[in-house]
């Protein structure tokens, strides 16, 4: 599964932001560019019963949006509509303003902190030494801390109400003052954490940025690009081992394009060890995904007949058939003449198989997966539940496997971008948002590798 920066992807310094104008107008949009483009809407307007549903949550959020004065919130309204939609990879992210502020010049600095929005934001009275001793106090795998940003702006993240955090400024800049609330964190019902971010407070074109599936992993905030100062090191995207005589474990975290010559040089170390031993514990958990070449060299342990290659369909629209102009010259001459709103495949004469050779050992394999295997590595779930020797043990996947081949487009009033699925597998595609179920579940009360383990021992 990728991870975007949602606040850092689009930086732009402008003299005058773009004009304002209302939520309900952006989402009318937003709804009318997805209904027109998405792969994932199609599906829901060919079942009635899903249809009447979508209309009815449709109307529901054009009825509260309609009363949203704030163009800072507008986010909140789309990420419904999103949910709504059941796509994953579609998505809508802030474009980023900054103003053209010249930070060396006081008079200028005066000015904008003496502004009324500025004055706004709250200033929270805190005893800095204080602040620092309890935290400091604090282990590297809870959330409050003292995080510091890329930019080196030094947070204390401190527990409010139960499911509340405040991110309050330890260090004076040229834009902020110590007590200062740059952002909060709510935590969600799955553990995720709903972030009102203040980039009003450093001059952005938003007041508050409203940021849903928020997660903090190790000390570490991704998407705002904090860190914890004694954040717990980088997991390991990778570990190979020996369980025990009969047995090898592999655990691979990612699938990211970048690591395929480090996974390819992997491979090629530990494929002839692994075919030596009867048994594989497959650990994907947690694998996001990436690309599927990142993958391809485990085929052959796990193949044991034909294997089917899912069908990728593009949906044909004016605005699809725009965004692939010089992209893929041969597939834009057979979009432009296929008939306009419909699905036709991504490839001619595409592959439809997968063959191997095999190999006798591993005889069996166990394959750990969970709600984080996400997108390519669920390309690998796919493959490896066609073959007579796989065993799954887990929880549904994630959910991301369904659309791709993502575009996008600036939404009008220019504060939010667009980001829309353009094709859908024919088949995988009934994943998309509920995951793949394993053969075997499991819950996080037992150890998972001891019930591969006993599981692999009943074969024996």
């Given at each position: 599964?990728?991870?975007?920066?949602?606040?850092?992807?689009?930086?732009?310094?402008?003299?005058?932001?773009?004009?304002?104008?209302?939520?309900?107008?952006?989402?009318?949009?937003?709804?009318?560019?997805?209904?027109?483009?998405?792969?994932?809407?199609?599906?829901?307007k060919?079942?009635?019963q899903?249809?009447?549903?979508?209309?009815?949550?449709?109307?529901?959020?054009?009825?509260?949006i309609?009363?949203?004065?704030?163009?800072?919130?507008?986010?909140?309204?789309?990420?419904?509509?999103?949910?709504?939609?059941?796509?994953?990879?579609?998505?809508?992210?802030?474009?980023?303003?900054?103003?053209?502020?010249?930070?060396?010049?006081?008079?200028?600095?005066?000015?904008?902190k003496a502004?009324?929005?500025?004055?706004?934001?709250?200033?929270k009275?805190?005893?800095?030494?204080q602040?620092?001793?309890?935290?400091?106090?604090?282990?590297?795998?809870?959330?409050?801390?003292?995080?510091?940003?890329?930019?080196?702006?030094?947070?204390?993240?401190?527990?409010?109400?139960?499911?509340?955090?405040?991110?309050?400024?330890?260090?004076?800049?040229?834009?902020?003052?110590?007590?200062?609330?740059?952002?909060?964190?709510?935590?969600?019902?799955d553990?995720?954490?709903?972030?009102?971010?203040?980039?009003?407070?450093?001059?952005?074109?938003?007041?508050?940025?409203?940021?849903?599936?928020?997660?903090?992993?190790?000390?570490?905030?991704?998407?705002?690009?904090?860190?914890?100062?004694?954040?717990?090191?980088?997991?390991k995207?990778w570990?190979?081992?020996?369980?025990?005589?009969?047995?090898?474990?592999?655990?691979?975290?990612?699938?990211?394009?970048?690591?395929?010559?480090?996974l390819?040089?992997?491979?090629?170390?530990?494929?002839?060890?692994?075919?030596q031993?009867?048994?594989?514990?497959?650990?994907i958990?947690?694998?996001?995904?990436?690309?599927?070449?990142?993958y391809?060299?485990?085929?052959?342990?796990?193949?044991?007949?034909?294997?089917?290659?899912?069908?990728?369909?593009?949906?044909?629209?004016?605005?699809?058939i725009?965004?692939?102009?010089?992209?893929?010259?041969?597939?834009?001459?057979?979009?432009?003449?296929?008939?306009?709103?419909?699905?036709?495949?991504?490839?001619?004469?595409?592959?439809?198989?997968?063959?191997?050779?095999?190999?006798?050992?591993?005889?069996?394999?166990?394959?750990?997966?969970?709600?984080?295997?996400?997108?390519?590595?669920?390309g690998?779930?796919?493959?490896?539940?066609?073959?007579?020797?796989?065993?799954?043990?887990?929880?549904?996947?994630?959910?991301?496997?369904?659309?791709?081949?993502?575009?996008s487009?600036?939404?009008?009033?220019?504060?939010?971008?667009?980001?829309?699925?353009?094709?859908?597998?024919?088949?995988?595609?009934?994943?998309?948002?509920?995951?793949?179920?394993?053969?075997?579940?499991?819950?996080?009360?037992?150890?998972?590798?001891?019930?591969?383990?006993?599981?692999?021992?009943?074969?024996?």
């Amino acid at each position: 599964m990728k991870h975007i920066s949602i606040l850092f992807f689009l930086l732009y310094s402008i003299n005058l932001f773009a004009q304002e104008c209302t939520c309900k107008e952006q989402f009318l949009f937003v709804k009318q560019y997805y209904e027109n483009n998405n792969p994932a809407f199609q599906q829901i307007k060919d079942d009635r019963q899903l249809y009447n549903k979508y209309k009815s949550a449709v109307a529901q959020i054009t009825g509260k949006i309609a009363k949203e004065r704030n163009t800072d919130l507008c986010n909140i309204y789309f990420n419904e509509y999103l949910k709504v939609l059941k796509d994953h990879h579609s998505h809508i992210d802030f474009k980023l303003q900054k103003k053209n502020m010249d930070l060396s010049s006081q008079t200028v600095l005066d000015s904008f902190k003496a502004s009324p929005s500025y004055r706004a934001f709250k200033l929270k009275k805190i005893d800095t030494s204080q602040v620092i001793a309890q935290l400091n106090n604090k282990p590297a795998n809870d959330i409050e801390g003292i995080y510091v940003s890329e930019s080196g702006i030094t947070v204390a993240v401190m527990q409010g109400d139960r499911n509340h955090y405040e991110g309050i400024v330890l260090k004076k800049n040229k834009l902020l003052d110590v007590g200062h609330i740059l952002f909060t964190l709510t935590r969600e019902e799955d553990g995720s954490f709903l972030c009102a971010y203040n980039l009003g407070l450093l001059g952005f074109n938003f007041n508050t940025a409203f940021i849903n599936n928020m997660r903090i992993v190790n000390g570490k905030i991704p998407k705002m690009g904090f860190n914890k100062i004694n954040a717990g090191p980088d997991e390991k995207l990778w570990e190979f081992r020996p369980l025990n005589d009969d047995t090898y474990y592999l655990s691979l975290r990612s699938f990211a394009y970048h690591l395929k010559p480090q996974l390819d040089s992997l491979y090629r170390e530990i494929i002839p060890k692994i075919a030596q031993k009867k048994f594989l514990i497959l650990d994907i958990r947690d694998n996001g995904g990436g690309s599927e070449s990142c993958y391809f060299d485990l085929l052959p342990l796990i193949y044991t007949k034909p294997m089917n290659v899912d069908e990728v369909q593009v949906w044909v629209s004016p605005d699809n058939i725009k965004s692939y102009e010089g992209v893929n010259e041969e597939l834009l001459s057979r979009m432009k003449n296929a008939k306009p709103f419909s699905f036709i495949p991504q490839k001619e004469h595409a592959v439809t198989k997968l063959e191997y050779t095999g190999a006798r050992y591993p005889e069996k394999i166990a394959l750990l997966f969970n709600k984080g295997t996400a997108s390519s590595a669920e390309g690998l779930v796919t493959y490896a539940i066609q073959s007579e020797k796989v065993i799954t043990l887990g929880q549904h996947s994630g959910g991301f496997m369904g659309y791709g081949d993502v575009k996008s487009t600036e939404i009008p009033c220019g504060k939010f971008i667009l980001f829309t699925t353009t094709t859908k597998y024919k088949e995988n595609s009934k994943y998309e948002f509920v995951g793949i179920p394993p053969m075997i579940p499991l819950d996080n009360k037992v150890d998972w590798i001891q019930a591969a383990l006993a599981e692999l021992a009943k074969t024996k």
